[in-house]
């Protein structure tokens, strides 16, 4: 009886130990017809079960995510932040095109090139809406009300006039306290030597004998604006129009070319607080400033 019961328990202990090592049990995968891919317990099994390799951690590839980038970082792209331009309301640049069409059929014979509106840096560092209309003889910078859709200051310059057009970046003092990145188009027609001192440090002058120009910050916010915002497009048919005007003009203000150079920009500001206050608050833009009241 003791040898029968111990041959049972050694059949049974036999039966258990076989189970506890898994033997006749293969992992299996749920594949749907049609699928040729292996999964990833396929990946795992046939690593673990060849025998020639050494054994090596299972790496499981993951496919890297992707973003897209837009092609133009726009920090207008809030239509509420947009809409504070008064420029950029419906019909208002169109209004002001026919208006200055209106201005130019009062001096007949010249062709209009094209209408930009773009930023203008006095020298002084003030930006200043501008509006700028280029003829086959004549520059006109255009101050603009858009809020009135008027016209409240017109300047007319001489294509023949211009003798140096100078891109590049924005440079300054080193002891000044306000300044500015990016670049920009400065156009000269009068000599700098003959400029007063009174008309270098004030202001509010009118007798600078140069203008500079960068692109207006809502150029982003449609294709529209897009277009008549970019600098580099004014740049290449002001430079055609004043090369034209040179050949065909006779009279005495007649320059002997155009330079077009390549260089830094110097706005000679260096307190800067004028200019500061102005820009940060956007005061040369017709710009929607909010209800006043109590």
Request: charged share 25%; net charge positive.
């Amino acid at each position: 009886m003791l040898r029968l019961k111990s041959r049972s328990l050694g059949i049974q202990a036999e039966k258990m130990s076989k189970i506890g090592s898994f033997e006749g049990f293969q992992p299996v995968s749920l594949k749907q017809e049609g699928d040729d891919q292996p999964s990833e317990t396929d990946q795992l099994s046939t690593e673990e079960g060849d025998p020639g390799k050494d054994p090596e951690p299972s790496r499981i590839s993951r496919q890297p995510s992707v973003t897209e980038s837009t092609l133009y970082p726009n920090p207008y792209h809030q239509p509420y932040v947009s809409r504070k331009y008064f420029v950029t309301r419906p019909g208002a640049i169109e209004t002001a095109m026919e208006d200055l069409k209106g201005h130019m059929a009062k001096t007949p014979g010249e062709t209009i090139q094209g209408f930009w509106l773009l930023t203008e840096i006095d020298h002084w560092n003030n930006e200043k809406e501008r509006i700028l209309l280029v003829t086959d003889k004549t520059l006109l910078i255009c101050k603009y009300d858009f809020i009135m859709l008027s016209c409240v200051q017109l300047q007319r310059i001489p294509l023949s006039t211009v003798y140096r057009i100078c891109l590049g970046k924005f440079v300054f003092p080193g002891m000044s306290l306000d300044k500015r990145q990016g670049e920009g188009l400065r156009i000269y027609w009068g000599s700098l030597e003959q400029q007063s001192l009174l008309s270098r440090w004030n202001p509010w002058s009118t007798e600078v004998p140069y203008a500079t120009f960068t692109e207006h910050p809502m150029k982003y916010t449609s294709e529209k604006f897009l277009e008549i915002c970019k600098l580099s497009g004014f740049t290449s048919k002001l430079v055609a129009a004043i090369q034209n005007a040179h050949k065909n003009s006779t009279g005495s203000g007649r320059r002997k070319g155009l330079m077009v150079l390549t260089e830094p920009i110097l706005i000679e500001t260096y307190m800067g607080l004028m200019s500061f206050i102005g820009n940060r608050n956007k005061l040369g833009y017709s710009l929607a400033r909010g209800s006043i009241g109590f």
